[in-house]
């Protein structure tokens, strides 16, 4: 009788560990197939976002900076103040930064960019839809002298950049004055 308890109690002893493991796996692979899933769906709006840069201009006063963007993906881009517009100035005095979004544009402070609407036509200029342009308009404060080169960054709210190349920068200036 004494063998058979023992082994009844082995049984038991290693079927409850073997649940355990399964259970322990089921959990990690239902985590598993969750973070694939929303890696695939992040992936999936990267790949349907797209965003190439078009023309750059210079102000006069070499402080303010038009850049065109173009939606080439198949999802809109919405809302516009959720993109980031970063600026380096390599081999420069200046700082990077990252640029303060401003809705109004009557005021743009320093260091910020705004949407410049495109005319009485655009509904909707606070979103960038599939095959449309909108020009970016930088206000620059550069304190430092030397830089005539800069790079801009814009970045879509789910990671997607697009790059381009300033060149005729005035320094020093500000785009306020």
């Known amino acids: 009788m004494s063998v058979a308890l023992v082994t009844i109690l082995m049984m038991g002893v290693f079927l409850t560990g073997y649940l355990a493991l399964w259970q322990n ?97 655009e509904a909707d200029p606070w979103t960038v839809r599939t095959g449309s342009t909108h020009t970016i308009r930088m206000g620059l404060h550069l304190p430092e002298a030397d830089d005539t080169v800069a790079s801009v960054i814009v970045a879509t709210p789910n990671g997607v950049t697009a790059t381009a190349d300033v060149q005729g920068l005035t320094t020093p200036c500000s785009a306020e004055g």
């Open 25 to 121: 796996f089921n959990s990690s692979a239902v985590a598993m197939s969750d973070a694939m899933r929303v890696s695939t769906r992040l992936e999936m709006e990267r790949f349907r976002t797209a965003l190439e840069t078009g023309d750059v201009e210079v102000g006069s006063s070499g402080c303010t900076v038009d850049l065109e963007i173009t939606n080439t993906g198949l999802e809109s881009i919405t809302p516009v103040s959720d993109m980031e517009v970063m600026i380096s100035f390599p081999g420069g005095s200046n700082e990077p930064r990252v640029l303060r979004y401003r809705k109004n544009s009557d005021d743009p402070g320093l260091d910020t960019w705004w949407v410049r609407l495109p005319g009485p036509g």
